[in-house]
């Protein structure tokens, strides 16, 4: 069995680790580092925060996401999934608040790690996640509209629909210049990728905005006139005082982000094994995160999980280890004290054109038409999803989204398993003959078999339970084939007990036919073997028509004596 804890640099080391090899890293983590400062500044700043804040925790979560994770190229550290989050957080509870729901949300997350739910967290329902995902994506190009067009407005609303009433209302201040600087970033940061995939867009349009804004004194809003300095120094760890009073707030918020970090680094650590064609370890991918969140929370940090993009990067210029990721985060915290007195001249519209092109990265527009052209369920859940995240809340929609998946799942469910009488068909059906080739015993008009086909769990049990109600007719044995049943639920089993009861008080005996193991377990714990007796439960259909036949002769016998 393979270990809970297991990080993917352990075992690059254990099989041995060549010069080569680091030299491909090392190249691939400086690449990523220069990807990862801009995308980390304008996240942060995004999400209501100082930019340092962005860089804190791409250089302490990401080097421990590479150093104890379980995949061996995921790039960790801020991305455009929790801005969203970070930003509701921060403006209806304060800074203080989200660092200690980042805190325990990293104990969730390991402790999803230690009970092995990383498997079960890849079954969350695509439609969900691209819901919220392309939700995510509508919020951040909200968010940017201000800066994109250089906007003059003191306080933006928090809500959806009130941010652009109030970029309506402010329209009469847009700026040519800061309009005209997001502008060259969003077209530098889509196209330069296809001229040189060496080179990143975002790091091409930061330089050009930059250097243009200095040398002609452009007219637009900085990081410096908006957040003053950068620190150019990582701060001691500390954390913010623990309010019981919080304590709702801090789970509810710590949920949600431990959640949406789960998918996320899962998701990017999927993708990141096509690339390689390599094997993810889910549970020391949880453990890991969880312990990268823990630790960017000490430090001010935000939460971190598993960036696609900066995950791809790592991959197409060669990286190959854990190494890279930790020479990545090495080389941000380099430029950090270096250049971090630099990077508050950085204009905001620049910023806010990469952050757009980021959004429509994540809007999954192509899968958000096929789906709404296929299944109405899943449809159903997208928009729902995909709405809630955008007018209400990113929490609410992931609560709410999960609930209507499970229950549009448990109709489908209910939909496949069916009941059909065979009393008058089964000598003509196609299953007429026994497994082993011999002729079945047919019923007769004491005996009625009802086929069950189908998990037999709630749903189907209700479906079940109406059937029986309908039936008119009172034959002396109810025979119940369950060979296609492959597991029954606490649901189903009390319906089927309710059922016998019923059927024993109208002298109608229930023989149970081609129960498999996993059913016969859940009879036996809520007691239904007692109460139907263990001569009644078979394990083929012949069997128990023999045994019903036999039922129906003793009574008939027993009728006889009596009169």
Do not use: C
Not at 208 to 227: C, D, G, K, W, Y
Not at 257 to 278: K, N, P, Q
């Amino acid at each position: 069995m393979q270990q809970v804890f297991a990080p993917k640099l352990f075992s690059v080391l254990k099989k041995g680790y060549t010069m080569p090899e680091f030299t491909k890293d090392l190249t691939a983590g400086i690449i990523v580092g220069i990807v990862a400062l801009p995308l980390s500044i304008a996240f942060a700043i995004a999400s209501g925060v100082s930019p340092d804040k962005g860089l804190i925790t791409a250089i302490i979560a990401g080097f421990l996401i590479s150093l104890l994770g379980g995949s061996r190229v995921q790039i960790g550290g801020p991305t455009g999934a929790f801005v969203v989050i970070i930003y509701t957080i921060v403006e209806q509870h304060g800074l203080d608040v989200l660092i200690v729901s980042t805190f325990l949300a990293g104990l969730m997350l390991i402790a999803l790690g230690l009970f092995r739910m990383g498997v079960i967290i890849r079954y969350v329902p695509f439609p969900l996640v691209a819901g919220f995902t392309s939700g995510i994506a509508v919020i951040i190009f909200t968010t940017q509209v201000k800066d994109f067009l250089g906007l003059s407005i003191a306080q933006v609303p928090g809500d959806f629909l009130g941010k652009w009433y109030t970029y309506l209302l402010h329209i009469d201040t847009f700026s040519i210049w800061a309009f005209l600087i997001a502008l060259f970033s969003f077209a530098a940061t889509l196209l330069v990728p296809r001229i040189s995939t060496k080179i990143p867009g975002s790091l091409v349009a930061i330089l050009v905005s930059t250097f243009a804004v200095i040398a002609f004194n452009l007219p637009v809003e900085t990081i410096e006139t908006r957040f003053n300095e950068i620190p150019s120094t990582i701060p001691m760890p500390g954390f913010p005082v623990f309010s019981l009073d919080k304590l709702s707030i801090y789970i509810s918020s710590a949920f949600t982000i431990a959640i949406l970090g789960a998918i996320e680094s899962l998701l990017s650590a999927v993708v990141a094994d096509g690339m390689i064609s390599g094997n993810h370890r889910s549970n020391t991918e949880l453990i890991g995160q969880g312990i990268a969140n823990i630790a960017s929370s000490f430090f001010g940090g935000l939460p971190a999980t598993g960036a696609i993009a900066r995950t791809a990067t790592n991959v197409k210029n060669g990286g190959r280890t854990p190494v890279a990721g930790m020479v990545h985060a090495v080389v941000l915290l380099l430029i950090m004290l270096v250049l971090g007195r630099w990077a508050k001249l950085i204009p905001l519209a620049s910023l806010a054109g990469i952050l757009v092109v980021v959004a429509y990265n994540m809007s999954e527009w192509r899968t958000f038409k096929t789906i709404l052209r296929n299944s109405s369920n899943d449809a159903l859940v997208l928009v729902s999803t995909f709405l809630l995240t955008v007018l209400i809340d990113l929490t609410i929609a992931i609560e709410i989204g999960m609930v209507l998946a499970a229950f549009l799942f448990m109709r489908r469910m209910a939909q496949v398993s069916n009941v059909r009488v065979l009393t008058t068909g089964i000598a003509a059906a196609e299953d007429e003959r026994a497994d082993d080739g011999s002729k079945l015993i047919l019923p007769d008009k004491s005996i009625e078999v009802y086929e069950v086909n189908g998990p037999f769990f709630f749903g189907a049990a209700i479906k079940f339970r109406d059937i029986i109600e309908e039936m008119h007719s009172h034959p002396k044995v109810l025979i119940i084939r369950m060979r296609y049943v492959p597991f029954m639920d606490a649901t189903g089993a009390h319906n089927l007990k309710e059922m016998i009861k019923s059927m024993h008080s109208k002298k109608i005996t229930v023989v149970l036919s081609g129960v498999q193991d996993e059913v016969y377990q859940t009879l036996a714990a809520m007691g239904l073997k007692e109460q139907i007796g263990e001569a009644n439960i078979t394990d083929h259909i012949s069997k128990a028509l023999e045994r019903a036949h036999l039922i129906v002769h003793e009574s008939q016998t027993a009728n006889k004596i009596t009169e």
